[in-house]
């Protein structure tokens, strides 16, 4: 294979679908990834060390998945570009999620939430998903007071739990 440029996945196992720890990994995700002043971005794309840095909760409903992917520039080693995301993270770690991008992430969350509710085809499905996964298809109003309710606490102590010096899949 003529692979041009290398990619690291790491996949952690996390929390269930509609759960607390769900709702504060999927903000996890997007403070560690989700703009261009997120500690990824900075640290992999504004330093030109990669092309592409993301993270992603996969939600299931037995249980979930934290995913973390670099594409790393060519000729990159790949052990040199998970020491730089594990020193990123160390140094995330040290100030934690701001109230900046708390606020973000509810702002993008609504955002997203009225979009969907906006045509006929996202209230049905938001309605058909609700009924499927929790039993309640009008189980929106939980969905929303669970994410609304995330803290700066909450996103740390996920991180801690189930990112920080644990098992993945590399």
């Known amino acids: 294979d003529n692979v041009k ?10 929390a269930p679908l509609n759960t607390a720890d769900d709702a504060a990994l999927d903000v996890l995700s997007e403070v560690l990834s989700g703009s261009q002043g997120s500690p990824l971005y900075k640290g992999f794309i504004e330093s030109k060390k990669a092309v592409m840095a993301n993270t992603f909760q996969y939600s299931r409903e037995l249980a979930g998945q934290f995913q973390i992917m670099i594409r790393a520039n060519q000729g990159t080693p790949l052990a040199e570009t998970e020491k730089e ?54 189980n929106l109003k939980e969905e929303y007071k669970r994410y609304m309710s995330v803290t700066k606490e909450d996103v740390l102590r996920v991180y801690k739990t189930y990112i920080k010096n644990k098992a993945a899949v590399i």
């Open 5 to 14: 440029f290398p990619m690291i996945s790491l996949a952690y196992p996390s």
């Open 85 to 138: 995301l594990r020193k990123i993270l160390d140094e995330w770690e040290l100030t934690g999620p701001s109230d900046d991008d708390i606020a973000r992430f509810r702002a993008g969350y609504q955002s997203d939430l009225y979009n969907r509710l906006s045509t006929v085809q996202g209230k049905g499905a938001i309605l058909a998903s609700n009924f499927t996964l929790a039993k309640n298809a009008n």
